[in-house]
């Protein structure tokens, strides 16, 4: 089994930085894409970043590209989100989700996530 643990949410002043840190357990998952999604309040999850495994190539949805930097250790089994400029509406529970294939592609569906963390609240205040 998979467990997924997501940890370094907060409350942050909008402008500043978060670094959130997803850790794997149960199975490396260097051969699959690794995903943060984040949900707020009365709206659907959404794609925030994804990094594909092996060649590692990132993918940034059009409200957080050139902000936030997803980035996989898989020598640790994790995979961070840095999150730099941060705006109220930033704020949401950020969830982290590894990919049901093994294989090198983007995953830009959130049903293409079979395994997923609790999630960690981030809150950006003006």
């Known amino acids: 089994q998979v467990q997924l643990v997501e940890s370094g949410g907060g409350l942050v002043q909008a402008g500043g930085s978060l670094r959130l840190s997803c850790a794997a357990s149960?199975?490396?998952?260097?051969?699959?894409?690794m995903g943060w999604f984040r949900q707020a309040p009365g709206k659907e999850r959404e794609l925030v970043a994804t990094?594909?495994?092996?060649?590692?190539?990132?993918y940034y949805s059009d409200s957080v590209k050139g902000r936030f930097t997803i980035s996989r250790d898989d020598a640790k089994n994790t995979v961070d989100l840095q999150m730099n400029s941060l705006k109220p509406e930033d704020t949401a529970v950020y969830y982290c989700?590894?990919?049901?294939?093994?294989?090198?592609?983007?995953?830009?569906?959130?049903?293409?996530?079979?395994?997923w963390g609790q999630g960690t609240q981030v809150t950006v205040s003006s």
């Open positions: 149960g199975r490396a998952l260097s051969s699959h894409a």
């Open positions: 989700a590894a990919a049901a294939t093994t294989d090198w592609g983007l995953k830009l569906s959130r049903y293409e996530y079979n395994y």
């Open positions: 990094v594909s495994a092996s060649v590692g190539n990132k």
